[in-house]
């Protein structure tokens, strides 16, 4: 953990300035302007690595959601997106767009989590890879992406074709297709690439200025960040889904441990030290990244 305090980003922001991220654990993030809010994949519920493994229901924690949409400022959410349905990125999400009078954003897999929850289908908005759309200040471009392996093998493949009604096992929640989420202002470019896949050249015509970058289950550390970061020429990478996401939010931050290999990926990314820095983020504490100090 000493290594990744030594990188956390601690820009308070001025109220009003800037683009500021706040970081929930696991891929979920909210970025916000102080008039909009962004909120991609938030999951606060966790469950213990048995329930998950042996395939015992999972039921979102319905309060503790409340909770969090409280102190993120409900209010100012203006979309909940979800990058793919794999639990730990679309389980708590309709509980959120609902908290906070927002749509839920993603593939027909997400939307049927969110249908599953209870949403009508004036909450829910199908997005296209290519297509953008525009939410505040924000222009927000899905880019198809592909899953990391875990063990060998991309976890819970294949769709979810009808409404998925919570409580429901982690294999229920399935992958439902990948997107990296390009999320332009005009204070500055942040990429969203929150699973450690990649489709080969995706990024080849998108540039960013920051990367927020899941790095659980990765594949080769070098040939990742020569798709993702080096490719949209960022100058700060943020590494995400690096927590240890079986373990309640409340108890603080510890690092997924095993494959994380968190020490390996800061000296791989070192070697390019001259494209971009690598920067860390505080839990549940918003932190000003754009405009990108130069």
């Known amino acids: 953990m000493d290594i990744y305090k030594a990188m956390i980003i601690n820009e308070t922001p001025s109220p009003g300035t800037g683009v500021t991220v706040t970081w929930l654990g696991t891929a979920g993030v909210l970025i916000s302007d102080a008039r909009t809010g962004i909120l991609i994949d938030p999951y606060v519920s966790r469950f213990g690595m048995a329930r998950v493994f042996f395939q015992r229901p999972l039921a979102p924690d319905r309060e503790l959601v ?17 990058s793919h349905s794999h639990f730990d990125h679309s389980l708590d999400a309709p509980f959120f767009a609902r908290e906070a ?12 989590v969110g249908r599953g929850a209870g949403l009508k289908e004036d909450e829910l908005r199908l997005v296209r890879p290519g297509r953008p759309i525009t939410i505040g200040r924000y222009t927000i471009t899905f880019l198809e992406s592909a899953h990391g ?4 093998s991309v976890p819970y ?9 919570p409580p429901a096992r982690a294999r229920d929640y399935r992958l439902g297709g990948v997107f990296g989420i ?15 896949g990649f489709i080969p050249g995706m990024y080849d015509k998108t540039r960013a200025d920051i990367v927020l970058l899941g790095i659980a289950g990765r594949g080769d550390t070098g040939e990742y960040l020569r798709e993702v970061p080096l490719r949209v020429k960022a100058s700060t990478v943020i590494p995400v889904h690096l927590d240890n996401f079986f373990r309640p939010l409340e108890k603080g931050l510890s690092l997924l441990p095993g494959s994380l290999r968190f020490r390996e990926f800061c000296d791989t990314a070192g070697r390019y030290r001259s494209d971009f820095a690598v920067r860390t983020l505080p839990l549940a504490r918003a932190v000003r990244v754009l405009p990108v100090n130069r």
């Open 66 to 82: 409340r909770q969090w949409a409280e102190k993120l400022g409900k209010k100012k959410i203006k979309a909940v997106i979800v």
């Open 101 to 112: 009078g927002a749509p839920l954003l993603g593939t027909e897999s997400t939307l049927n």
């Open 149 to 152: 392996p875990v063990f060998g």
């Open 157 to 165: 493949p294949g769709v979810i074709g009808k409404p998925l009604v």
């Open 182 to 196: 390009l999320i332009s202002h005009p204070e500055g470019t942040i990429l969203h690439h929150g699973s450690a």
